[in-house]
């Protein structure tokens, strides 16, 4: 879904709600994300607010068994209409933690991979099904008897004294 800057320009409070909802393969074959954006112009800005929520299938690091996961994410996105470079200015200052996307000219936005790019990078790092998850025994076995690095076998005779 790709949304028209000249659509939004037109609209009569240059404002845009959408209703989004898609199957991502990779995140759930049967579930769509859906999101609830709301698209405002203001000036030579686009800001993008919302809320998306999702059902993912992960796979649990500790045990390798698959569950399911629900994400709701609230985002808030910039973007310029314009180059940042058409201004002649070589430097600009964000603040409060503010991310100005830059469209290069372009005249639509894509939604689509604003919430597929979302999603993405709010799957925490380390996925575990359960707080009370002890991992597979084959995981367990291997990670336990795992050889030790050579160049490393010095630190075992490390003694710390307290004081």
């Known amino acids: 879904m790709k949304i028209n800057i000249t659509d939004l320009e037109n609209t009569e409070n240059k404002i845009i709600n959408i209703e989004f909802s898609e199957i991502f393969e990779e995140f759930n074959k049967e579930k769509p994300v859906k999101a609830n954006l709301e698209i405002k112009e203001l000036g030579s800005i686009i800001k993008i607010t919302g809320e998306i929520n999702a059902l993912l299938n992960l796979t649990c690091d500790m045990c390798l068994k698959e569950f399911t996961k629900e994400m709701n994410i609230n985002i808030e ?15 600009f200052e964000i603040k409060q933690d503010g991310f100005i996307e830059d469209l290069n000219g372009s005249n639509e936005i894509d ?7 979302s999603v993405i990078l709010n799957i925490p790092n380390k996925l575990v099904c359960d707080i ?7 995981v367990n076995e291997y990670l336990n ?3 030790i690095d050579p ?3 010095i630190f075992k005779n490390i003694k710390i004294e307290k004081e």
């Open 77 to 91: 996105e910039f973007f310029t209409k314009y180059t940042l470079n058409e201004t002649g200015a070589s430097e």
């Open 111 to 117: 939604i689509t991979d604003l919430i597929y790019q």
């Open 132 to 138: 009370n998850c002890n991992g597979n025994e084959k």
């Open 145 to 147: 008897n795992k050889p």
């Open 151 to 153: 160049r490393l076998e």
